[in-house]
């Protein structure tokens, strides 16, 4: 469903009472009776877990599965799948600057991205109360993932121009995917780059900042918008750089303050954050969770662009009575504010 998407945030920002974002997902598995690694190779199932999170919570918009190993995996990374987690890559399929130059750009479509994309253009149709997101990697991420991520550190310094060539290449393949995400009916894209929030603030200047920021100018519009999402732990020292990527919001992981983010962000773009999703989503319990959340609102909820979220993405066996237990914190904190 097609909507006015700057309007939409616009609003957002300006609401009194704000819908909680979490990059939730696959803990529909547990709705659904079924296993992750069946969820990620199934787009009916990905669409129905993605309608059934919408129908139990009031998030502000709907997201689908944050599985950072699909894009490696169209380069012929190897992927381990596991039952119950989230697929990972193994190995390298880069070395070389020989093997950068040789690196073939997959076509969108290939791979697992034929499954998202359809989950994508099947939940867009169904959920029509709110927003739908699709998840990508970010360049930088998706290059760590073909290099290996800690090769790609130590390249950064001895081989720039390899990683570059990866880069770009790793770019055009998003560019093209994001592209057909938009195709497919989503209203935007949240796009995670992790792994450049363990770079230094220079290194993430060149090596990230520039690659993403190309994908923004070539895919966001008044209909189409990119949040930026990084949980590294060094992203409150290139907050100025992030927010040059021209991304229509932002989210931010555990490993930050909250609050120092929102006072380096811009103050017209909505900054999301930060409850831990293995600590208190995973691990935590009903009581911890309310606490953490009621704490983490009291503390950032006086900055108009403040949007409470998960940290990253909740992992798949997360119980949803937590899950359930920081959307019930949500409402008692408006409540109670609204009654003060």
Excluded at 61 to 68: E, K, R
Excluded at 274 to 302: H, Y
Excluded at 310 to 324: Q, R, V
Aim: net charge negative.
């Amino acid at each position: 469903m097609k909507r006015e998407m700057t309007k939409w945030l616009k609003e957002w920002q300006a609401a009194p009472v704000k819908k909680a974002f979490p990059v939730l997902s696959f803990p529909a598995v547990q709705l659904m009776g079924i296993r992750v690694k069946d969820l990620i190779s199934d787009a009916k199932a990905q669409a129905r877990g993605m309608k059934l999170v919408a129908e139990r919570t009031d998030s502000a918009a709907s997201v689908s599965l944050m599985d950072l190993s699909v894009e490696a995996e169209c380069f012929q990374a190897q992927i381990r799948v596991s039952e119950d987690e989230v697929p990972t890559v193994i190995g390298s399929v880069v070395s070389t600057l020989e093997e950068a130059e040789a690196l073939v750009v997959p076509p969108v479509g290939s791979g697992r991205t034929g499954i998202y994309l359809d989950a994508i253009r099947q939940a867009a149709e169904e959920i029509t109360d709110r927003p739908v997101f699709a998840g990508v990697i970010g360049p930088f991420s998706l290059a760590g993932r073909l290099m290996d991520v800690t090769e790609i550190m130590i390249q950064c310094y001895e081989e720039p121009e390899m990683v570059h060539t990866v880069l770009r290449k790793a770019t055009r393949f998003l560019l093209s995917y994001c592209q057909a995400y938009k195709e497919c009916g989503a209203n935007g894209i949240v796009i995670a780059e992790p792994l450049a929030g363990v770079l230094s603030p220079a290194l993430e200047e060149e090596f990230s900042q520039p690659y993403v920021r190309e994908i923004v100018e070539t895919v966001q519009d008044d209909s189409f918008i990119v949040i930026y999402h990084n949980c590294g732990n060094g992203t409150a020292q290139m907050t100025h750089s992030i927010a040059s990527t021209g991304a229509a919001a932002f989210h931010f992981g555990n490993a930050v303050d909250m609050e120092e983010m929102l006072r380096k962000m811009p103050g017209d773009k909505l900054v999301m954050g930060n409850i831990d999703p293995a600590g208190q989503f995973r691990n935590g319990t009903p009581q911890s969770i309310r606490q953490e959340t009621l704490a983490l609102m009291e503390k950032c909820c006086k900055y108009d662009n403040f949007v409470i979220s998960s940290g990253c993405d909740i992992p798949p066996m997360s119980k949803w009575e937590n899950i359930d237990a920081f959307f019930h914190a949500v409402q008692e904190f408006y409540e109670t504010n609204r009654q003060e």
